[in-house]
Structure formats: C-alpha cells, structure tokens
C-alpha cells in the first residue's frame, strides 16, 4: 500500500515554470501537488491546462473561473480609489494577487493541503502579495516558494522538463515575462531592461500602434452610479462586460500603453511596461466625476486616501485592516458619484470632454463672467480680510527676509 504523502497547494499559470515546479514540489520537498488554475481574464484553456499539469505530476487540478470575482470584489474597489501606483499603474497584476491566494487557502483548506506554493522570485513583488495575502487569511499554512530558494533559470527548468519527460509548451518564447488579465497586461525583461531602449513594437499585444489607430476620434459616453459604471453610450451593461468593451474600444485607438520606472517593494528600481486600455479609461472618467461632485476639502482628503489605497495594494497589504478602514472612507464618498462622462479616444490619448449629471456642484450662474453672473464680487474682499488676517500679523513682527522677496 502506497504511502500518503503531505499535499500542497500550488498557483499554477500552465507554463513552463509552474509545470516544473510540480517536479519540483515533489521531489525536494516530498509533497503531492495540487495545481490550482484561477481565471482572472487571461482567457486560458481549460481542458489543455488540466491535462499539463496531470502530466506534469500533480495529484490533482483545480481551475476556477473568477472573472467576475475579480470585476466586482478587486477591480471595482481599486477603480473607485482611482488607485494609480506612483499616478500610473492601475496595479493589474497586484490586485489578482490576494484573490488568486484566496483561493489557494480556500482549496488547501478543502483538500487538507499543509502548504501553498507560488512561482514568484526572489526580488520580485508577487512574492510579498502572494506571502503577505497567505499569511493574513491562514497563519499556519506553511509556505513554499521554490523559484526564489533554488533560482533556476530557463535553461535549467528546460532540461529539468526534458530529463522528466515534463510536458511544456512548445511554441517560441516571449523574449517578456507576461502577465495578463482583465485590467491589464504587464511586459517586462529582454531589451526592455535597457532604459536607454525605446520599446519594440513586438512587446504591444493588445493595443494598436497610435500611428496606425483610426483617425477620427471615438467619444465614450460612461455612466455611474454611486461609482458604479452601470452603462456604456446609453447601454446598461453588468460591470464585467462593461470593462470588455471599453477595453476593446479603446485599445483600437492605441489607448492605455504604460512605459515607466517602478519603484518595486524589495528596494529596487525597475522598467516596467502595461497595456491597460479599459483601467486608464475608467479611471479617468471616474477621477473627473468625482471632481465635478464633491467640493474642495473631500475632494482633497479623496487624492490622499486614493494614493493610500495605491500603494497599499501595490505593497501586497489587500487583506490589512487599514484598507477595511480605507474602503469605508471610498464608499462613503461614493454615495455623491452619480453621472455621465464622456471621454475621447484619439492616438493613445483619452481625454475627459462632457460631463453630467444632477450631483455636480458647478454653478454656470456662479461660474459665468457674463450678463447672468450671480457671484457677489464685493463679498470676495472682506473674506480676503480675514484670510490674510494671521499671515499679515505675523509678518508685521517677522517681516519677508528680502532674499526670499525674488
């Protein structure tokens, strides 16, 4: 009779990493692996993917279908914080991160798993979303990261496949690492590591060369309520497939395209590139809503807990108190965003042109230079007074050093 070995619980993508890594699991640390697939929008085959990592050696194969899991309990919440890392980044691939751990603790628990395993190095920043999200939801599922304790490269994981008989896929490789799903897709590695380099076209996958997008212009009509995009041009739609087709539209028109230096969680400085059409769309319409429906102080104290929420999410922190804090903070300003806003796709660009809606707080009477302007112009000079009231004060006793007067 057979002996009944430990389970863990491995993050399985169906490439050549994770398919070697089920050897791996096995044979250094003696463990059966459950490989664990979660669709986050990457648009996987199902049935292959399963059939890879049985032959691959795993005992058994979860896929789980979390589309819509992602939309409405990851992206929907980042999207209200208008949450850009380093006002860039829509965080695509940090936001799967805790929702992809979930389901691994959830399975672990299922099947009685010890352990859950990822892929991630040992300088990148999955490791952190991946630990940090294990470690919150079930402090005594042990860890396992194989890549950042042996660091075995490509070649090496190619002749580990090849000497096991390891079934990988045998098209031609990305000279990128790739992420992918339905709020972004992330490139980096290659050429792309000489910042002196400008982007090959070869590294765009989904969006259109700009110079080569229509060229006529392409308006959105988007609609919210209480920070929902509940409709797109007049069309209801459930917020999964509103996402999709906004990404569609605007990665016509070359939209979304990101090439910037990130300041990773371990320390270092790396380049990253996204193609993220429907986040920066979205987000844009949603930030210029929020602008025209909440006055001058909220709207401020908003920018703070919105770049709070960035980073946040960025540092792997998802299932930390502060964002349960945060998150009431984003849903108590929602209630005021309700509207219409209209963004121009053009050449890589997207640009916030109309907006509407009954909560927006401009005044055309208040606002207008003109014959029906309703402004009381005297009233503006006595609260100047007071204004500039403690400032005078305390420069009448601490006059402006004239070196600072230029």
């Known amino acids: 009779m057979t002996e009944q070995r430990n389970k863990v619980v ?8 994770t398919s ?17 697939h979660v669709d986050v929008g990457e648009a996987p085959d199902e049935g292959r993917l399963t059939a890879r990592a049985k032959e691959a050696g795993a005992c058994d194969v979860h896929f789980v279908a ?7 309990s990851f992206i929907l919440p980042a999207l209200q914080a208008n949450a850009l890392y380093q006002q860039t980044y829509p965080l695509s691939a940090a936001l799967s991160r805790p929702l992809i751990a979930h389901h691994l603790v959830r399975i672990a628990h299922e099947t009685g798993a010890v352990a859950v395993a990822h892929g991630a190095t040992g300088k990148g920043n999955d490791q952190v979303r991946f630990d940090l999200s294990t470690r919150a939801l079930d402090p005594s599922l ?8 042996h660091n075995m490269n490509r070649d090496e994981a190619m002749a580990f496949a090849a000497a096991r008989g390891i079934p990988v896929p ?29 982007p090959p076209d070869d590294v765009w996958g ?16 988007i609609a919210f309520e209480q920070g929902v995009p509940t409709a797109l041009d007049g069309t209801a739609l459930p917020l999964l497939a509103l996402i999709e087709k906004v990404h569609e539209r605007a990665a016509a028109h ?21 193609e993220c059409p429907a986040a920066l769309v979205l987000i844009a319409a949603h930030r210029d809503l929020e602008t025209a429906v909440l006055d001058r102080p909220l709207y401020a104290f ?22 349960e804090v945060l998150d009431a903070a984003v849903q108590s300003v929602q209630r005021y965003v309700t509207g219409e806003v209209t963004v121009r796709l053009f050449k890589s660009k997207a640009v916030v042109v109309a907006r509407k809606g009954e909560g927006i707080l401009y005044d055309p009477r208040l606002s207008t230079y003109g014959a029906d302007d309703a402004f009381d112009h005297r009233a503006a000079e006595g609260w100047i007074d007071l204004e500039a009231l403690p400032l005078s004060t305390f420069r009448r006793l601490h006059p402006v050093a004239a070196s600072a007067r230029t």
């Open 142 to 149: 042990r860890i396992i990261a194989p890549q950042r304790e």
């Open 206 to 221: 989904w969006t259109t060369d700009p110079a080569k997008a229509p060229d006529a212009p392409e308006d959105l009509v």
């Open 66 to 72: 979390a589309r819509e899991e992602f939309a409405s």
């Open 302 to 323: 908003k920018r703070q807990v919105d770049e709070a929420y960035a980073d946040l999410i960025y540092a792997g922190h998802w299932y930390a108190p502060l964002r």
């Open 170 to 198: 045998t098209t031609k490789k990305s000279p990128y690492s790739i992420d992918e799903n339905l709020w972004g897709r992330s490139m980096e590695g290659g050429v792309l590591e000489d910042l002196a380099t400008p």
């Open 254 to 274: 070359g939209v979304g395209r990101i090439d910037m230096l990130e300041n990773r969680i371990v320390g270092i400085k790396t380049r990253e590139l996204y």
């Open 10 to 17: 491995l993050a399985y993508s169906g490439g050549l990493d």
């Open 20 to 36: 070697v890594m089920i050897a791996v699991l096995r044979e250094r640390y003696d463990l059966d692996v459950v490989a664990v």
